[in-house]
């Protein structure tokens, strides 16, 4: 089993930034595509970023250029780096994981990330 942990969310102004971070543990050699999710109050859940275990990204064109997703593989390890956060940003936030590129995917509890002045 593949247990997630999602932290870093809280309150911040508009303009603001957070480091989310998502810590993987269990049955785990090595880590294939990882990505973020987030679900806004009253909406359906959408994808965010991904990472594939090579380093490349993909952003949802909203947040390009004010997100950068990162992991560390190491210590099995996701990052998401919010900048310039928007209202339209509020949601709580998930980290996914797969262990193939066929294999199940894993998510997290999620944290809460509230955009307000």
């Known amino acids: 089993q593949v247990q997630l942990v999602e932290s870093g969310g809280g309150l911040v102004q508009p303009g603001g930034s957070v480091r989310l971070s998502c810590a993987a543990s269990?049955?785990?050699?090595?880590?294939?595509?990882m990505n973020w999710y987030r679900q806004a109050p009253g909406e359906q859940r959408e994808w965010v970023a991904l990472i594939t275990s090579e380093g490349s990204t993909n952003y949802k064109d909203s947040v390009k250029g004010r997100f950068t997703i990162s992991r560390d593989n190491a210590k099995n390890m996701l990052y998401l780096q919010m900048n310039s956060l928007k209202p339209e940003d509020t949601a709580v936030y998930y980290c996914?994981?797969?262990?193939?590129?066929?294999?199940?995917?894993?998510w997290g509890q999620g944290t809460q990330v509230t955009v307000s002045s």
């Open positions: 269990g049955s785990i050699r090595t880590i294939n595509n």
């Open positions: 996914t994981l797969q262990l193939t590129p066929w294999g199940q995917v894993y």
